[in-house]
């Protein structure tokens, strides 16, 4: 199933979104309370068998797909939070994909913080 159910009101109401991510899994994802929106970043492709960077962003109705000019490389199993003092999605670690099967821990820290509606 590629779709969305949407929590706005009870009971579950399955969402139709014009433009959805590909099918993933151990991506990671948080609620950015200062811009309502969803922010979904990275993971595995499911179809493609690819490890991906991909910032995505859930505004209620739709996704849409963000094109950064820097972004974290692609990762599984990392972890996304956010920091309301500082109106940021803080992005940290993960599993990086150099072969089928090796992974590469990673310890890195990322921000996402962008202006306006533009990336």
Not at 45 to 69: F, I, R
Not at 102 to 109: A, K, Q, R, S
Request: charged share 20%.
């Amino acid at each position: 199933m590629n779709g969305v159910c949407a929590t706005s009101s009870p009971p579950w109401s399955q969402a139709h979104p014009a433009t959805v991510p590909s099918i993933r899994k151990d991506f990671a994802m948080v609620y950015d309370s200062a811009r309502q929106r969803v922010v979904l970043f990275g993971g595995f492709d499911v179809q493609q068998g690819q490890p991906l960077n991909d910032t995505w962003e859930w505004d209620g109705t739709n996704w849409e797909q963000k094109s950064p000019a820097i972004a974290p490389r692609s990762r599984a199993y990392h972890a996304l939070a956010y920091d309301s003092a500082r109106q940021r999605v803080v992005l940290f670690g993960g599993a990086e994909r150099k072969s089928n099967s090796v992974y590469v821990d990673l310890n890195d820290t990322w921000e996402w913080a962008p202006q306006g509606s533009s990336d």
